[in-house]
């Protein structure tokens, strides 16, 4: 199972992280109510599981504390983390990376049929091999490359 929000690095499975769904129709309104419905891939249900990295550290209950009657404190670490009532994902992609990634696609994609296209359609025509109907693919498979690089390094970055 991976992380309901769109872009989170707990989707390619390289490291275990802890899931979390609203265990009450209130938390379930609250995390509705804190914008979270729109940062996902689908539709946002009670069934939609939330990983740990998009919650503060002190929102989540890694181990219990229990109160001995010789006035000691123990804590014992809890096989699976729960959250703490009223926790609310909060920590969230902002939306401007979504624009900037989508514009970098539409200057690759004009690139591609304005440029690239046509001079392979110009190719065609005349038969003859040209060295910049080569150059342009290249070119345009480096902006692919930079986009990807720099689209990588922004998730990275976000969830570090």
């Known amino acids: 199972m991976s992380c309901w929000i769109r872009g989170c690095p707990t ?5 275990k992280r802890s899931l979390f769904t609203p265990f009450s ?3 379930f ?7 979270l419905a729109t940062k996902g891939v689908t539709k946002f249900s009670k069934k939609s599981r939330v990983c740990e990295l998009h919650f503060p550290k002190d929102d989540i209950i890694r181990e219990d ?9 123990s804590f014992m670490p809890r096989k ?10 909060s920590i969230l992609p902002p939306e401007v990376s979504y624009y900037h ?5 539409e200057e690759i994609n004009y690139y591609r049929v304005n440029v690239v296209d046509k001079l392979r359609q110009k ?3 005349t038969g003859e091999t040209n060295i910049i109907v080569t150059q342009s693919m290249s070119m345009f498979n480096y902006l692919v490359f930079v986009y990807l690089i720099c689209a990588f390094t922004y998730h990275n970055t976000f969830y570090k």
């Open 11 to 15: 989707k390619d499975g390289s490291e």
């Open 123 to 125: 190719q065609q025509r």
């Open 80 to 89: 699976i983390p729960k959250l703490k009532k009223g926790a609310v994902p």
């Open 29 to 35: 309104n609250n995390w509705c109510d804190s914008g």
């Open 101 to 105: 990634i989508n514009a970098i696609n």
């Open 25 to 27: 129709d209130e938390m």
């Open 65 to 73: 504390t229990f109160y001995l009657r010789d006035g000691t404190t």
